[in-house]
């Protein structure tokens, strides 16, 4: 990898031009800006240090999809197409088509944009658990978010020491977010109901990934309250 000294204000890629380098944020910032429809471009994300940016016109052959700038200055990592191709890409793609066709179908995550997905897809872990495994615990300290690929898990309370069952969830349904965004202990125990398979991401890379679907999660969290999950 080569070393790059980025200035504030600088555009290290722009959209539209052909793809030549994979970065590595080492120090510094950087905002992301995506024009459509001949509209002036927005921002749609930022990066800071142990980022990452340009893979997609890395392996797709196709033009880069966002503009990246600097907002301060920055240390990045660079590494060429043909380097990158060769040693990332077959596992790198090979993760990402397990988990693209799966997040397609969530419906939590149809708003986002292909390339929003694709970050997300991979930073996904899977993790599996056998019938009656708790998954998570009320009480316990909130680190992870998951998202049900395959199985169906169940869900319940203790209140008053009354024990209430609430629907199981399945295929699609994602928990563990309330504690995540309230910094609050966990409001339900979830255990696997026969073998059971999630995608899981940790605290940080949930609160930096889903940042644009955090108001569905707040709106679905009011739904709860209705149905009592929570306080």
């Not at 080569?2 to 555009?11: C, L």
């Not at 590595?24 to 930022?46: C, H, L, N, R």
Request: glycine letters at 8%; a neutral charge.
């Amino acid at each position: 990898m080569v070393e790059k000294t980025i200035t504030n204000g600088e555009e290290v890629i722009q959209q539209g031009d052909i793809g030549d380098f994979f970065y590595v944020v080492e120090t510094g910032s950087f905002e992301v800006f995506v024009a459509k429809d001949g509209k002036p471009p927005i921002k749609v994300y930022q990066y800071g240090p142990g980022g990452s940016f340009g893979e997609l016109a890395l392996m797709y052959n196709s033009p880069r999809a966002a503009t990246v700038r600097a907002t301060s200055d920055s240390v990045l990592w660079a590494l060429d197409r043909v380097t990158f191709r060769r040693i990332l890409m077959e596992r790198t793609s090979r993760k990402r088509r397990l988990y693209e066709e799966f997040l397609e179908e969530v419906p939590l995550l149809v708003s986002l944009e292909p390339y929003e997905r694709h970050k997300i897809a991979d930073a996904l872990e899977s993790v599996v658990f056998e019938d009656g495994e708790v998954v998570i615990s009320q009480g316990d300290v909130g680190e992870n978010f998951y998202i049900i690929e395959s199985g169906e898990a169940t869900v319940t309370k203790e209140e008053n020491g009354v024990i209430r069952t609430y629907p199981s969830l399945k295929k699609g349904d994602y928990f563990g977010e309330l504690a995540l965004l309230n910094d609050k202990p966990r409001q339900a125990t979830i255990r696997a109901k026969g073998r059971l398979k999630c995608a899981t991401l940790g605290k940080k890379a949930f609160v930096r990934l889903l940042g644009p679907v955090v108001d569905i999660i707040k709106r679905n969290t009011a739904n709860y309250k209705l149905m009592n999950y929570i306080e």
